[in-house]
């Protein structure tokens, strides 16, 4: 990249409105100041202001992967299913893994992905085609992988934490054939995730990772278990009419069918009945990589019926009750048996699960597992993830390698992705005032933005080259305007590109002693000698990381 572009070499022109049909603030802010051309319906067209913020954003990012020794791939563009992009990786490494000396392997790759979920707010949020990074890592052992998977997740936080966003992380498994998955959100209420927060304690977590406290056992005395006809009662909201009771009186049955260890079995999950079964949390408890609702077949050869099923009764069968289950006496509960109910279930007295865990979804209005004060519900955009495969999908795939003594065993696999045209998106959203964009320096198009103003002396022109000068060797990315502008026009462009540090060279700056700073940050001016500049923008740009 050269250090110094001219105003007139980013070709757009800066807008005072922004397209009517755009909400958003950020979005329109984008638009405005130069960075992104809506194309309707489509993905928005990049003028090199644009190109040049998201090439800094990955500029940054990878240098710190090829510190740890990453390499260069290019993978083909994917279609829409998120399951299907890895095909050809895989397949290549199902036909060029061998040895144990080919490992570990840490490669990555700049993809244009298609939008999984389409996003609301338009402008690059609802950018159909996205530039994301994916980082592959290989490796012999799990311990291996667990190391290096720390580094990356380490270098992928800090790079995002670094751009001053809010991160939110959650457990997250976008398709089969994983062990584990994480996915990491910027809170916004346009985003397509649910998310949990209280506002009294701050807790924050994805809706699959969220808890929440259950309420206080309840000491009623068990009352005896009694069989009642309940006629076309197949749900919650039938049975817990029919009976005149609430729903949170009944037990609620949910059967899956669970992959564990590459085998199937089913699992029986019962929650109270005005709760949802949460599946990510299912999976953790019981290490299923992946659930799957069961077939009524299925069901009935466990001996429950469908739709009037419980656990009394069951043999043989898998049963996970949420930690409130055991504290709530006298639950109706189905049959198992088409058309009847049981009036009185008591856990521990008719019948007992494998597991009690907090299955349960969380759901705005619950109690804050910290505080208790009732959680509310905002949603964000998932701008990071980090998939681990599961070794019975390696093995399928083929992906083996021979070990030292010649042992074929399956390999260890991870991507990170990083997705940087919605963070970008997402740093216009939550960086800017009412004149414009607020970037940190690693996500702006420049480090520094020169606004020259000329005058009827030549003592400006004779200083420029001395500050461009200080800046060249500094190598920092130098946006300069010498346009024949008014300084008005020409601040209030630098205020709506929102490049963090800006500098005025001016006949009034020269004669208060040198030029004028301004961080972007802060309304603040001050004229500092052109000696000190080096050092001032030097520190300025540490403090805004
Ligand atoms: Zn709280």
């Not at 922004?18 to 051309?37: C, K, M």
Request: charged share 25%.
């Amino acid at each position: 990249m050269s250090p110094v572009t001219y105003f007139t070499q980013l070709f757009t022109q800066t807008r005072r409105q922004a397209p009517a049909d755009l909400e958003r603030p950020g979005q329109q802010f984008l638009v405005r100041a130069g960075y992104i051309h809506p194309v309707a319906g489509g993905t928005p067209f990049l003028p090199p202001l644009g190109t040049r913020a998201l090439n800094r954003m990955r500029k940054t990012f990878l240098e710190e992967i090829k510190a740890l020794g990453g390499m260069e791939i290019h993978l083909p563009p994917s279609g829409e299913r998120a399951d299907l992009a890895h095909l050809p990786l895989l397949d290549f490494l199902s036909v060029h893994l061998r040895s144990h000396r080919q490992l570990p392997v840490l490669w990555f790759s700049l993809n244009q992905r298609p939008q999984e979920t389409p996003q609301r707010g338009g402008g690059l949020l609802s950018a159909r085609s996205q530039t994301v990074l994916e980082i592959i890592s290989l490796h012999r052992e799990e311990s291996e992988l667990e190391r290096t998977s720390a580094d990356l997740a380490g270098t992928l936080l800090g790079f995002l934490r670094g751009l001053s966003l809010p991160l939110v992380g959650g457990e997250d498994l976008p398709f089969a054939g994983l062990q584990t998955g994480q996915a990491w959100m910027i809170p916004l209420e346009i985003g397509e995730e649910r998310l949990l927060i209280c506002e009294e304690c701050g807790y924050t977590a994805a809706s699959s990772a969220a808890r929440f406290a259950r309420p206080e056992p309840v000491s009623d005395s068990p009352l005896p278990l009694k069989k009642v006809p309940t006629p076309e009662c197949k749900t919650i909201a039938d049975l817990a009419k029919f009976l005149g009771i609430p729903e949170s009186q009944t037990a609620k049955a949910v059967f899956f069918t669970a992959r564990r260890e590459g085998k199937e079995e089913l699992i029986f999950a019962v929650v109270r009945g005005d709760r949802e079964v949460n599946e990510a949390a299912i999976r953790r408890a019981t290490g299923a990589e992946a659930l799957f609702p069961a077939s009524e077949e299925a069901i009935r050869a466990a001996g429950a019926e469908p739709g009037y099923a419980s656990p009394v009764g069951l043999k043989g069968v898998h049963v996970i009750v949420d930690t409130e289950i055991p504290g709530t006496p006298n639950l109706v509960a189905g049959a198992n048996e088409a058309g009847y109910h049981l009036l009185n279930t008591v856990y521990g007295r008719d019948y007992t699960a494998t597991q009690v865990a907090e299955i349960a979804l969380a759901q705005p209005g619950y109690a804050c597992p910290e505080c208790r004060e009732p959680l509310s519900e905002t949603r964000g955009l998932t701008v990071a993830r980090s998939i681990r495969f599961s070794s019975d999908f390696i093995r399928d795939r083929g992906l083996n390698y021979f070990d030292e003594n010649g042992q074929s065993r399956p390999v260890w696999m991870e991507i990170h992705t990083l997705n940087l045209t919605r963070t970008f998106a997402c740093l216009a959203e939550l960086r800017h005032d009412n004149y414009g964009l607020i970037l940190p320096p690693q996500a702006s198009p420049f480090e520094v933005h020169l606004v020259v103003l000329p005058g009827k002396e030549n003592g400006v022109a004779s200083a420029l080259p001395e500050v461009l000068k200080q800046l060249e060797q500094m190598n920092l990315d130098v946006l300069v305007d010498d346009r024949s502008e008014s300084p008005g026009v020409k601040f209030n462009d630098a205020d709506l590109i929102g490049v963090p540090v800006r500098l005025t060279l001016s006949e009034r700056s020269l004669q208060q002693g040198g030029i004028e700073v301004r961080k972007r940050w802060e309304s603040e001016r001050q004229t500092i000698p052109l000696e000190d500049l080096s050092d001032w923008i030097r520190k300025s740009l540490s403090q805004r990381g």
